[in-house]
């Protein structure tokens, strides 16, 4: 079971748990409709139509209501270290949830006691809290793009606004030297998807991929399609791949999804998860 | 190192506020707590003492919620920093320009207008949760007609997306003259 985890940005703070499915052009979770626009609605929406596809179960959701102040985040963290062992979910998904790096170490510790640990993947700001809290080693997957991959080869930075002028002058040709670095310094989940004019794929300290087709440079305005490769690998790995083919694949049918829906930088994420379907037909 | 004054709370916030004097740190304290803001006054380490002996530790992320509440409360203090890393804020823009399109970064955030009409058409990059916030009240809006991410924001993401903001705006007021 892929448990994906994030916040809406919506005052309501209650948890809002169960099934999530996407039909027609609508996100339903347990007949409740979310806004499938940039951040966790667009990751969950790529994750339903990439688990349809490969005929695996649909992604399981717990959402909270935040919009900045960290109460429905709380609510978040304190949910998955009462309840992980229960769910015992095979892909564990934490996407745009309030930093707190205390909370983050007490769900690493929880998903440790999970009868198998997860497969774990931090997207957003909870690769922020992971890296911050020292504890990327112990993830499996992160998928950054390039400043985020300078934020995660400093070795003092525990948001990219604070990382070393440096690193952020760093351009996209010097994403593998990064890599190397964030690495070394041990901010680096076991696989680094790294996003950008060429994708990277990493893994344990080596790039095993490159993908740079087809170039869409568009891609990099729309928001949200950073969300959708975070989707697309965690439904893949739910579904059986290696997290290195699916890490990949992901890749691919991101940029074709941009390519079918002819991208541009004004092109809202909704078309490209409506264009999925049709990637992933394409690549896979 | 920190020394927790008041409890061994394992709370680890990243970040401290400065205060010019011990009542200022105490009372910096109490509005931030009544806010709900998880916070502790701690010793500053010595690399970053200025002003008095006291100061609050925060979760530096929270920067901008909490600057904008002591200001409006008028709790004096002297500056907000992280406790490790580079202690200035980037403050770096890149611009790229596409046919219709001008695309303004600004650390991890990166905000795309329309130079004909100067709306703005995508928000992308970032990952805490005010951005998706964000996102919604500004998309498709003017440029000149949006209020500032640092009013509404209250992270370090928005602070990120305010600064491509600002620099967008002045973008296309040159370009609109």
Known sequence: MLLICGTIPQDNFSIITGKAEFQGDRLLVENTEISCTQGTAALISAACLTAQFLNSSPPQVVLAGDTGKGTGSNLLYNYLINNLPGLNPDVLLMHYILPIMGQMKKVVATAAKCGKKPVLMADASSMYAAKGAGLAPEFDVFTPDICELAFLADPDAIHPAYIQYHLFSADDSQAPDLIEAAYKQKGAAKILIAKGATDYVAEKGKIVAEINEPDIPAMEAIGGTGDTISGLTGAMIDAGFNPRNAAVNALRTNRKAGACCEATPATKIRLIVEAIPKALKSIL | ?177
Not at chain 2, 27 to 37: D, F, M, P, R, V
Not at chain 2, 109 to 114: A, G, I, V, Y
């Open chain 2, 1 to 177: 190192m920190l020394f927790g004054k008041k409890n061994k709370s394992s709370f680890e916030g990243g970040g401290l506020v400065l205060f010019q004097t011990v009542e200022d740190a105490i009372a910096g304290e109490k509005i931030l707590q009544s806010e709900n803001y998880e916070v502790k006054l701690v010793a500053p380490p010595p690399a970053l003492r200025k002003g008095c002996d006291l100061a609050v530790e925060i979760n530096i992320i929270e920067k901008i919620g909490i600057e904008r509440l002591l200001l409006q409360r008028k709790v004096v203090f002297m500056e907000i920093l992280p406790l490790k890393g580079a202690g200035d804020l980037l403050d770096i823009v890149k611009v790229k320009n596409f046919d219709n399109y001008c695309m303004v970064k600004a650390g991890n955030m990166k905000l795309t207008f329309d130079r004909k009409e100067g709306v703005i058409v995508n928000i992308s990059g970032g990952g805490c949760p005010d951005i998706p916030f964000l996102h919604i009240s500004m998309l498709d809006k003017k440029l000149t007609e949006v209020t500032p991410p640092k009013e509404n924001g209250h992270t370090l993401c928005a602070l990120m997306l305010d600064m491509a903001f600002t620099e967008a705006l002045d973008i296309w007021s040159k370009e609109a003259n």
